[in-house]
Nanobody, 123 residues
Framework: QVQVVESGGGLVQAGGSLRLSCAASGRIFSINVMGWYRQAPGKQRELVATISSSNRTNYADSVKGRFTISRDNAKNTVYLQMNSLKPEDTAVYYC?????????????????WGQGTQVTVSS
């Protein structure tokens, strides 16, 4: 089994910063893509940012220039540095990891999600 645990959410004023962390543990051979998604009340979950094992990044247009995703492959950890936060960034933020669990089956990839961490930005 694989566990994915987020941390670092909280309440911040508009214009402030927060740093989210997400660590994956358990039966992991390697992790391909790690990413952050968010879901605001009454809305669908949406992509925030992803990062590949080779550090190729992808961002939602709404966060480009404000958020930075990074990862530590040795620790199976991904981070999201969020600057210049806006009230519309308020959501539950979820971490996702695409995990390869077996060295002999490279195509056997599984998606794992964390439980989510609340980010609230006040105006």
């Amino acid at each position: 089994q694989v566990q994915v645990v987020e941390s670092g959410g909280g309440l911040v004023q508009a214009g402030g910063s927060l740093r989210l962390s997400c660590a994956a543990s358990g039966r992991i051979f390697s992790i391909n893509v790690m990413g952050w998604y968010r879901q605001a009340p009454g809305k669908q979950r949406e992509l925030v940012a992803t990062i590949s094992s080779s550090n190729r990044t992808n961002y939602a247009d709404s966060v480009k220039g404000r958020f930075t995703i990074s990862r530590d492959n040795a620790k199976n950890t991904v981070y999201l540095q969020m600057n210049s936060l806006k009230p519309e960034d308020t959501a539950v933020y979820y971490c996702n990891a695409e995990v390869r669990v077996d060295r002999y089956y490279p195509s056997a990839l599984y998606q794992y999600w964390g439980q989510g961490t609340q980010v609230t930005v006040s105006s």
